[in-house]
Protein backbone atom coordinates (compact mmCIF):
# COMPACT_ATOMS: atom_id res chain seq x y z
CA UNK A 1 0.00 0.00 0.00
CA UNK A 2 1.32 3.33 -0.88
CA UNK A 3 1.33 6.09 1.74
CA UNK A 4 -0.13 9.31 1.66
CA UNK A 5 2.11 11.78 3.20
CA UNK A 6 5.29 11.76 4.33
CA UNK A 7 5.39 15.11 5.85
CA UNK A 8 2.57 16.58 8.48
CA UNK A 9 2.06 19.17 5.87
CA UNK A 10 -1.38 19.60 3.58
CA UNK A 11 0.14 20.68 0.65
CA UNK A 12 2.65 18.18 0.21
CA UNK A 13 4.18 17.77 -3.23
CA UNK A 14 5.54 14.98 -5.16
CA UNK A 15 8.04 14.75 -7.96
CA UNK A 16 9.88 12.40 -10.00
CA UNK A 17 11.77 12.60 -13.65
CA UNK A 18 11.38 10.12 -16.53
CA UNK A 19 14.15 9.88 -19.58
CA UNK A 20 16.99 10.11 -17.78
CA UNK A 21 19.07 7.01 -19.06
CA UNK A 22 17.87 7.56 -22.73
CA UNK A 23 20.09 8.60 -25.05
CA UNK A 24 17.65 11.24 -26.64
CA UNK A 25 14.75 13.06 -26.13
CA UNK A 26 14.30 15.15 -23.06
CA UNK A 27 14.19 14.09 -19.61
CA UNK A 28 10.99 15.28 -18.05
CA UNK A 29 9.30 15.79 -14.88
CA UNK A 30 6.52 15.66 -13.38
CA UNK A 31 4.96 17.36 -9.64
CA UNK A 32 1.50 16.58 -8.11
CA UNK A 33 0.02 17.86 -4.98
CA UNK A 34 -2.75 15.06 -4.33
CA UNK A 35 -6.10 15.65 -2.15
CA UNK A 36 -6.53 13.97 1.20
CA UNK A 37 -8.62 10.69 0.84
CA UNK A 38 -7.11 10.27 -2.59
CA UNK A 39 -7.46 6.97 -3.51
CA UNK A 40 -6.35 4.49 -6.86
CA UNK A 41 -6.37 1.02 -6.72
CA UNK A 42 -3.50 0.21 -9.41
CA UNK A 43 -1.63 3.41 -8.54
CA UNK A 44 2.28 2.31 -8.35
CA UNK A 45 5.53 3.27 -9.86
CA UNK A 46 5.11 3.72 -13.25
CA UNK A 47 8.21 1.21 -13.86
CA UNK A 48 5.72 -1.40 -12.32
CA UNK A 49 2.75 -0.45 -14.55
CA UNK A 50 1.49 -1.38 -18.44
CA UNK A 51 1.29 0.83 -20.66
CA UNK A 52 -2.46 0.60 -20.82
CA UNK A 53 -2.80 1.16 -16.99
CA UNK A 54 -0.52 4.08 -17.14
CA UNK A 55 -2.84 5.61 -19.75
CA UNK A 56 -5.94 4.76 -17.54
CA UNK A 57 -4.52 6.49 -15.26
CA UNK A 58 -3.28 9.71 -16.73
CA UNK A 59 -6.29 11.09 -16.69
CA UNK A 60 -7.52 10.12 -13.43
CA UNK A 61 -4.81 11.85 -11.69
CA UNK A 62 -5.16 14.77 -13.64
CA UNK A 63 -8.70 15.35 -12.96
CA UNK A 64 -8.18 14.37 -9.13
CA UNK A 65 -4.86 16.14 -8.11
CA UNK A 66 -5.08 19.36 -6.55
CA UNK A 67 -2.52 20.57 -8.78
CA UNK A 68 -0.07 18.98 -11.62
CA UNK A 69 2.53 20.27 -14.03
CA UNK A 70 4.82 18.51 -16.28
CA UNK A 71 8.65 20.00 -17.71
CA UNK A 72 10.63 18.69 -20.66
CA UNK A 73 14.37 19.65 -20.57
CA UNK A 74 16.18 19.32 -23.83
CA UNK A 75 19.09 17.83 -24.92
CA UNK A 76 21.04 20.79 -25.49
CA UNK A 77 20.58 22.22 -21.94
CA UNK A 78 21.07 18.18 -20.73
CA UNK A 79 24.77 18.41 -22.53
CA UNK A 80 25.31 22.10 -21.34
CA UNK A 81 24.57 20.82 -17.52
CA UNK A 82 24.25 16.88 -17.82
CA UNK A 83 21.90 14.74 -16.76
CA UNK A 84 21.45 15.09 -13.12
CA UNK A 85 21.38 18.55 -13.02
CA UNK A 86 18.94 18.73 -16.09
CA UNK A 87 16.96 15.92 -14.41
CA UNK A 88 16.58 18.31 -11.16
CA UNK A 89 16.28 21.51 -12.96
CA UNK A 90 12.93 19.59 -14.66
CA UNK A 91 11.94 19.03 -10.90
CA UNK A 92 12.41 22.75 -10.16
CA UNK A 93 10.05 23.46 -13.59
CA UNK A 94 7.73 21.30 -12.79
CA UNK A 95 6.83 22.33 -8.99
CA UNK A 96 7.26 26.31 -10.56
CA UNK A 97 4.46 25.80 -12.70
CA UNK A 98 2.13 24.45 -10.05
CA UNK A 99 -0.79 26.36 -9.67
CA UNK A 100 -0.24 25.70 -5.54
CA UNK A 101 3.10 26.15 -3.72
CA UNK A 102 3.83 23.22 -2.10
CA UNK A 103 4.52 23.47 1.73
CA UNK A 104 6.62 20.45 1.56
CA UNK A 105 8.35 18.51 -1.28
CA UNK A 106 9.08 14.67 -1.70
CA UNK A 107 11.60 13.46 -4.39
CA UNK A 108 12.02 10.07 -6.08
CA UNK A 109 15.84 8.83 -5.78
CA UNK A 110 18.78 10.86 -3.51
CA UNK A 111 19.35 14.12 -5.08
CA UNK A 112 17.89 17.03 -5.01
CA UNK A 113 18.50 21.15 -4.66
CA UNK A 114 16.29 23.06 -2.47
CA UNK A 115 13.48 25.00 -4.08
CA UNK A 116 12.87 28.29 -2.87
CA UNK A 117 13.20 27.13 0.98
CA UNK A 118 10.59 25.06 0.67
CA UNK A 119 11.74 21.68 2.98
CA UNK A 120 11.91 19.03 0.99
CA UNK A 121 13.02 15.05 1.72
CA UNK A 122 14.50 12.35 -0.84
CA UNK A 123 13.06 9.03 -0.74
CA UNK A 124 15.04 5.96 -2.71
CA UNK A 125 12.10 4.01 -4.24
CA UNK A 126 9.87 7.11 -3.36
CA UNK A 127 7.69 5.95 -6.69
CA UNK A 128 6.72 2.73 -4.86
CA UNK A 129 6.31 4.37 -1.32
CA UNK A 130 4.54 7.56 -1.66
CA UNK A 131 1.05 8.36 -3.98
CA UNK A 132 2.19 11.58 -4.99
CA UNK A 133 5.56 10.69 -6.26
CA UNK A 134 3.86 7.72 -8.00
CA UNK A 135 1.30 9.58 -9.44
CA UNK A 136 4.17 12.24 -10.67
CA UNK A 137 5.87 9.23 -12.65
CA UNK A 138 3.09 8.63 -14.00
CA UNK A 139 2.77 11.95 -15.83
CA UNK A 140 6.27 12.26 -16.25
CA UNK A 141 6.79 8.74 -18.13
CA UNK A 142 3.53 9.35 -20.26
CA UNK A 143 3.98 12.97 -21.41
CA UNK A 144 7.35 11.81 -22.73
CA UNK A 145 6.39 8.47 -24.44
CA UNK A 146 3.64 11.11 -26.12
CA UNK A 147 6.49 13.51 -26.58
CA UNK A 148 8.57 10.47 -28.28
CA UNK A 149 5.99 9.02 -30.41
CA UNK A 150 5.51 12.41 -32.07
CA UNK A 151 9.10 11.90 -32.58
CA UNK A 152 9.20 8.83 -33.85
CA UNK A 153 7.12 10.14 -36.68
CA UNK A 154 9.77 12.21 -37.83
CA UNK A 155 12.58 9.93 -37.20
CA UNK A 156 11.08 6.50 -37.84
CA UNK A 157 14.01 4.83 -38.33
CA UNK A 158 14.99 4.84 -34.62
CA UNK A 159 11.55 3.47 -33.71
CA UNK A 160 11.37 5.52 -30.86
CA UNK A 161 7.84 4.66 -30.59
CA UNK A 162 8.83 1.46 -29.01
CA UNK A 163 12.15 2.39 -27.37
CA UNK A 164 11.39 5.67 -26.39
CA UNK A 165 15.36 6.39 -26.52
CA UNK A 166 16.62 3.88 -24.45
CA UNK A 167 19.60 2.59 -25.56
CA UNK A 168 18.22 -0.43 -27.02
CA UNK A 169 20.70 -3.14 -29.07
CA UNK A 170 18.48 -0.92 -32.27
CA UNK A 171 18.70 2.24 -31.18
CA UNK A 172 22.19 1.83 -31.31
CA UNK A 173 22.13 -0.05 -34.78
CA UNK A 174 19.87 3.12 -35.74
CA UNK A 175 22.34 5.23 -34.92
CA UNK A 176 25.72 3.76 -36.05
CA UNK A 177 23.75 3.33 -39.89
CA UNK A 178 22.29 6.74 -39.68
CA UNK A 179 24.21 9.04 -37.92
CA UNK A 180 22.49 11.08 -34.57
CA UNK A 181 19.59 13.60 -35.09
CA UNK A 182 19.44 17.09 -32.72
CA UNK A 183 17.06 15.25 -30.03
CA UNK A 184 20.33 12.97 -29.66
CA UNK A 185 22.21 13.88 -26.10
CA UNK A 186 25.80 14.34 -27.57
CA UNK A 187 27.47 14.23 -23.81
CA UNK A 188 25.98 10.40 -23.66
CA UNK A 189 28.17 7.38 -24.84
CA UNK A 190 25.58 6.67 -27.87
CA UNK A 191 27.75 3.92 -29.45
CA UNK A 192 29.78 1.71 -26.89
CA UNK A 193 33.13 1.80 -28.87
CA UNK A 194 32.38 5.72 -29.20
CA UNK A 195 35.58 6.31 -27.41
CA UNK A 196 38.18 3.47 -28.79
CA UNK A 197 40.42 4.90 -30.72
CA UNK A 198 41.90 3.34 -34.02
CA UNK A 199 45.48 3.05 -33.15
Not at 27 to 49: M, W
Not at 109 to 118: L, Q, T, V
Not at 154 to 168: A, D, L, R, S, V
Amino acid sequence: MLKFNYSEFTLECGTDEAGRGCLCGPVTAAAVILPKGFKSPILNDSKQLSKKKRNLLKPYIEEHALAYSVAHIFPEKIDDINILNASILAMHQAIEKLKTTPEFIIVDGNKFKSYKNIPHQTIIKGDSKYLSIAAASILAKTYRDDFMEKLDEEFPMYNWKQNKGYPTKEHRNAIKKYGITDYHRKSFRLLPEQFKLEL
